[in-house]
């Protein structure tokens, strides 16, 4: 039998041993849970009586766009896991029963998640969404090569990225200097990994794009820029360095495409096709359902993969 609790500051060190052993080698996530202050009371654990960890659900707060780009109060739900044995016994909808409890109670309007089974969720109110990933073949060369300059980014640049220009898209959330810091690195790897489209009169970072290799094909899971010319920049060089590591194929994640991005995607990729996810879930809380269920529905929407919980 396991009793329902929030943790405590002594519980640290078995969650994060219950962590490794349910995602393997994960050492971000004791990075990412030490952002919250209040992450103790938002962590809710099924416990037996000799203290053992048999399952834990943590619910993280955010600012969230909804679907007229307004930021609102959201629960994220992460860092769920259970030991092998204790699989069956209904201690995942227990311990989201209490979180959505502790949501409400702290003003959150809707609770968001990502998953790759969303069965486990849906018993207990969330309700899945489809997301858009474009694939393709890699791209074309820039003919005549770009003025950009495309670079490894530093970490001297995450002021510049921060304040590149974006729209208040629904589903966003709205990054703090702490996310900048430590949320993406540790989502996306260290900056290093990232590209950056230098302006060739400031000098200054125009765009940043994120790729992964994954599956055979170059994963590009965020994008920025100032203009068309930056991110056919970013996007001609993300496909050279997959065609370079002896990929074919490339992904893009984000909202529907608008002119900027059609303009560059013959850079990235070429004989496109569009597929639907439905790894996001989403479940009301204080605001009416409609209004909740609107916003990922909302043609600009984007979750990006940095911003996970």
């Given at each position: 039998m396991s009793l329902i609790r929030t943790a405590r500051p002594a519980d640290e060190p078995a969650l994060h041993a219950l962590w490794d052993a349910c995602f393997g080698a994960a050492p971000?996530?004791?990075?990412?849970?030490?952002?919250?202050?209040?992450?103790?009371?938002?962590?809710?654990?099924?416990?037996?009586?000799?203290?053992?960890?048999?399952?834990?659900?943590?619910?993280?707060?955010?600012?969230?766009?909804?679907?007229?780009?307004?930021?609102?109060?959201?629960?994220?739900?992460?860092?769920?896991?259970?030991?092998?044995?204790?699989?069956?016994?209904?201690?995942?909808?227990?311990?989201?029963?209490?979180?959505?409890?502790?949501?409400?109670?702290?003003?959150?309007?809707?609770?968001?998640?990502?998953?790759?089974?969303?069965?486990?969720?849906?018993?207990?109110?969330?309700q899945t969404f489809p997301t858009r990933l474009h694939e393709g073949a890699l791209g074309n060369v820039l003919p005549g090569g770009s003025p950009y300059r495309v670079r490894p980014a530093r970490p001297a640049d995450l002021p510049h990225l921060a304040r590149l220009p974006r729209s208040a898209r629904p589903l966003s959330t709205v990054r703090t200097e702490a996310d900048w810091r430590t949320r993406l690195p540790a989502w996306y790897g260290p900056p290093r990994e990232w590209l950056v489209a230098q302006d060739p009169d400031t000098g200054r970072p125009a765009g940043w794009a994120v790729a992964a290799h994954d599956a055979g094909a170059v994963d590009v899971r965020e994008y920025a820029a100032t203009g068309p010319g930056a991110l056919a920049a970013l996007f001609a060089a993300v496909a050279a360095r997959a065609r370079h590591a002896g990929l074919r194929a490339a992904r893009l994640r984000g909202p529907a495409p608008g002119p900027a991005v059609l303009e560059a995607l013959p850079h990235l990729m070429t004989g496109v096709t569009v597929r639907t996810e439905h790894m996001g879930m989403i479940r009301p809380l204080l605001a009416p359902p409609e209004h909740a269920h609107a916003v990922p529905r909302a043609p600009e929407a984007v979750h990006w993969y940095g911003d996970s919980f």
């Open positions: 971000h996530l004791p990075a990412l849970y030490a952002l919250d202050p209040g992450r103790h009371r938002r962590t809710f654990l099924a416990v037996r009586d000799d203290g053992t960890i048999d399952a834990v659900v943590v619910y993280v707060p955010r600012d969230i766009r909804d679907a007229e780009g307004a930021p609102v109060r959201v629960g994220g739900i992460g860092s769920v896991a259970t030991r092998p044995e204790a699989c069956g016994r209904g201690l995942i909808r227990s311990l989201l029963q209490a979180a959505a409890a502790t949501m409400r109670a702290e003003s959150c309007a809707w609770s968001l998640l990502f998953t790759g089974t969303p069965g486990v969720y849906t018993g207990s109110g969330w």
